[in-house]
């Protein structure tokens, strides 16, 4: 008898461990897929980061190129030629 009663014990136990061990498994899917996602929005933020810092720091490139872009530009106009270097004729 008592050996029945070890046995449906054993079967038991078995039974609560692969229970035990799906759920372990489904935990650490989510774990998983929470720690990419929070690892996808760190690098995410990191991008815009260094995005915004090479604007920022090539804004006053750009900023001195359109500058002297209108500057010629009023000096061609103020000046009397046109784009093509030709003087106005009216």
């Known amino acids: 008898m008592s050996s029945i009663v070890s046995s ?9 461990d692969i229970i ?10 989510f774990e998983t897929v929470f ?5 996808l ?12 810092g090479f604007i920022l720091g090539n804004i006053v490139i750009i900023g001195v ?9 009023a000096y061609q106009q103020q000046s009397g030629r046109n784009k093509k270097g030709q003087l106005k004729t009216s």
Do not use: P, Q, R
Request: proline share 0%.
């Open 41 to 52: 929005i760190s690098s995410i933020a990191d991008l815009f980061s260094g995005l915004v």
């Open 65 to 73: 190129l359109v500058a002297a872009f209108v500057g010629y530009s």
């Open 20 to 29: 035990k061990s799906i759920f372990s498994t489904f935990y650490s899917a």
């Open 8 to 16: 449906f014990e054993n079967l038991l136990s078995s039974f609560f």
């Open 35 to 39: 720690a990419t996602a929070s690892s």
